[in-house]
């Protein structure tokens, strides 16, 4: 029994320090059973406690707390799981459960106080004490790097907020260039996400919880800007293929390969390589609408009608898939050509920014 006991203690502890190297050490996206348990707990416990909640400016508030949430269960089930490991290893050496599990605990709490006489409860406690250190150690490295990945992904979400309106939408940054005579510098734009996407596939694989770290703001989310840039960079591309900077097409491709490194790390299933011709929610009338906006703001178009809408299709269908699972997963806010969200209430609202000048002061 006691042996039995010892030999569960090793295979436990073996799990639960590979469950804290892959989440805390090991880049590259893996996403450990008892992380996924963890988030897919705490977010059930979220998604009832909101369930009444009306608008969502306050249920935006109410999950803003659910990232501290899941760091603050998986950071208990470590602890809990090492002392359980501890506890099991120590039973062979003590006189039952409960002296081992005070020893355990004294181990792992107060850095190695050894109760049990005898050079196996001493190697047990010794190595208690070294993970526990070594587990807060890399906790207390942890969290200053989750808050540096999320501050440097929501400046450009913060800057986008004057290019594309909030929430943010596609069209509208087509449109308000037009309006300042910038179409020219949209390639600034493009490059500027370009980048922020391949940083954000780093850090998103790496550390799968800055997923449901929110924007702030209740208009703002990081994945509603990614798909603001990415419909832009398409459009112009479907609109005005000749004028259209070359950073436009990069943008789109590093937009989409890294929400499928993002997909791929969440075991989210994707097409790898759609057809061009593959249908998208966007409809061509809403697609005419948001060209006539943009036309009459004085955006230079080159393509017009179903050609056009077939071009910016077959730039959509590589991303939209995943771009809409992740906005409902998020519960990201209501945007134009954003998807589903989980609340049936969830309506859009999208106020654009009229052009008032001294000579049209109305706008």
Not at 217 to 241: E, F, K, R, T, Y
Request: aromatic share 10%; proline share 6%; glycine share 6%.
């Amino acid at each position: 029994m006691k042996i039995a006991a010892a030999l569960l203690g090793i295979v436990l502890f073996g799990l639960t320090i590979s469950s804290v190297l892959r989440s805390l050490v090991v880049p590259g996206g893996t996403i450990t059973r008892m992380t996924k348990v963890t988030d897919q707990l705490v977010g059930a416990a979220f998604i009832l406690v909101t369930l009444r909640v009306r608008t969502y400016a306050r249920r935006n508030a109410m999950l803003a707390a659910q990232p501290a949430a899941v760091l603050f269960v998986i950071l208990g089930a470590w602890a809990l799981s090492f002392l359980a490991c501890a506890a099991l290893l120590l039973y062979p050496a003590t006189s039952g459960l409960p002296s081992a599990l005070e020893e355990a605990g004294s181990s792992l709490v107060t850095l190695g106080i050894i109760h049990s006489p005898g050079a196996y409860a001493t190697a047990v406690d010794v190595v208690t004490a070294f993970t526990g250190m070594i587990v807060v150690a890399l906790q207390i490295a942890y969290l200053p790097t989750l808050y540096a990945a999320y501050n440097h992904r929501e400046t450009e979400v913060t800057l986008l907020k004057a290019e594309a309106g909030q929430p943010a939408w596609g069209p509208e940054i087509l449109r308000r260039a037009a309006m300042g005579n910038y179409v020219a510098d949209l390639s600034d734009i493009y490059h500027s996400w370009e980048r922020w996407a391949a940083e954000v596939a780093e850090t998103h694989t790496s550390y799968p919880i800055l997923l449901r770290y929110r924007s702030p703001g209740n208009g703002n989310s990081w994945i509603v800007s990614l798909l603001a840039v990415l419909d832009a960079a398409s459009m112009h591309l479907a609109l005005a293929p000749e004028q259209a900077p070359m950073q436009a097409r990069l943008c789109v491709q590093a937009g989409f390969q890294a929400l499928r490194d993002i997909a791929q790390s969440l075991r989210i299933p994707f097409d790898p390589d759609p057809l061009p011709t593959e249908p998208i929610s966007v409809t061509r009338s809403d697609f005419d609408a948001a060209v006539t906006r943009i036309r009459n703001a004085g955006f230079p178009i080159e393509r017009d009608g179903a050609d056009a809408f077939r071009h910016f299709q077959g730039w959509r269908v590589n991303y939209e898939q995943v771009l809409y699972r992740l906005c409902y997963n998020v519960d990201a806010v209501p945007a134009p050509w954003s998807g589903a969200r989980r609340w049936k209430d969830a309506t859009v609202h999208f106020a654009t920014t009229p052009n008032r000048t001294p000579d049209n002061p109305e706008g």
